[in-house]
């Protein structure tokens, strides 16, 4: 059984972080930092494995990922585990109880995490004495919805080898824009998570990798992906189109 996170209140503040660009909107002022800085100094540590939030919790909080990686999935009433999404530094996870106030799927972090909690009830008013935020928060719900959207159309319109296509073309985009390496990554989850996150059999996802590695469009080394052929890999995705 995973150890509770332990809680701490940390002196990283919003107005001093180097992620602030990632998961805040740009046009704060040093006023409304301040407000945002006394909502946000309670970071929690996990290690892999921990829980964040279980299937059923009440929810209290949004969390945004200050260090580290975490996976939502949900369990099946045969006991089968669906991934639904994987997160990483910079961006907000919780989303999914906002409507109901209660968590539909768990999240487990993949390495050991740090998140900043962002108690709802604070957030929720603090987004009503700035504009800028609440817009910001509308923008990170859209954004959930056009992923979400994005999976449907991965499983029900792409062959293997694009879906993992497209897997590894959306971490690429996303460690770019965290200032890392587009073409060399580390994978925290495992080819079954991943599997399961497209919504293939783990033989199949081997197949697909050992395919790309044969072409010349990746190397892999255990966990280690370097995308040697970027152009390739976008035009596979795009191969029955």
Same mark, same amino acid.
């Given at each position: 059984?995973?150890?509770?996170?332990? $809680?701490?209140?940390?002196?990283? +503040?919003?107005?001093?972080?180097?992620?602030?660009?990632?998961?805040?909107?740009?046009?704060?002022?040093?006023?409304?930092?301040?407000?945002?800085? /006394?909502?946000?100094?309670?970071?929690? %540590?996990?290690? *892999?494995? %921990?829980?964040?939030?279980?299937?059923?919790?009440?929810? *209290?909080?949004?969390?945004?990922?200050?260090?580290?990686?975490?996976?939502?999935? $949900?369990?099946?009433? %045969?006991? !089968?585990? #669906?991934?639904?999404?994987?997160? =990483?530094?910079?961006?907000?996870?919780?989303?999914?109880?906002?409507?109901? %106030?209660?968590?539909?799927?768990?999240? +487990?972090? =993949?390495?050991?995490?740090?998140?900043?909690?962002?108690?709802?009830?604070?957030? /929720?008013?603090?987004?009503?004495?700035?504009?800028?935020?609440? *817009?910001?928060?509308?923008?990170?719900?859209?954004? /959930?919805?056009?992923?979400?959207?994005?999976?449907?159309?991965?499983?029900?319109? =792409? !062959?293997? /080898?694009?879906?993992?296509?497209? @897997?590894?073309?959306?971490?690429? #985009?996303?460690?770019?824009?965290?200032?890392?390496?587009?073409?060399?990554?580390?994978?925290?989850?495992?080819? #079954?998570?991943?599997?399961?996150?497209?919504?293939?059999?783990?033989?199949?996802?081997?197949?697909?990798?050992?395919? @790309?590695?044969?072409?010349?469009?990746?190397?892999?080394? +255990?966990?280690?992906?370097?995308?040697?052929?970027?152009?390739?890999? #976008?035009?596979?995705?795009?191969?029955? *189109?």
């Amino acid at each position: 059984m995973p150890q509770p996170a332990s $809680i701490y209140h940390s002196k990283s +503040v919003c107005s001093s972080c180097n992620l602030a660009e990632l998961c805040l909107p740009l046009d704060l002022s040093n006023n409304e930092l301040l407000k945002l800085d /006394e909502l946000s100094m309670l970071k929690r %540590d996990f290690s *892999r494995g %921990d829980y964040l939030y279980r299937n059923g919790d009440k929810f *209290r909080s949004l969390f945004a990922i200050h260090s580290g990686s975490f996976k939502t999935q $949900i369990l099946h009433e %045969d006991g !089968r585990e #669906q991934v639904t999404g994987f997160q =990483m530094t910079g961006e907000i996870i919780g989303l999914d109880a906002i409507s109901t %106030d209660i968590h539909a799927c768990e999240a +487990v972090a =993949m390495e050991n995490s740090v998140v900043c909690e962002l108690p709802f009830n604070k957030l /929720e008013s603090l987004s009503r004495q700035i504009p800028s935020l609440q *817009r910001h928060l509308h923008k990170i719900m859209s954004r /959930e919805i056009v992923r979400d959207q994005g999976i449907m159309l991965l499983l029900g319109s =792409m !062959r293997a /080898e694009e879906r993992l296509a497209a @897997f590894l073309l959306n971490l690429s #985009q996303r460690f770019s824009t965290r200032g890392l390496s587009a073409t060399q990554f580390q994978l925290r989850m495992s080819r #079954q998570e991943i599997g399961s996150y497209l919504g293939l059999k783990l033989e199949t996802v081997s197949r697909a990798f050992s395919h @790309f590695q044969n072409e010349r469009l990746i190397n892999v080394k +255990v966990r280690t992906i370097e995308i040697i052929d970027l152009p390739g890999l #976008q035009t596979c995705l795009n191969a029955s *189109r």
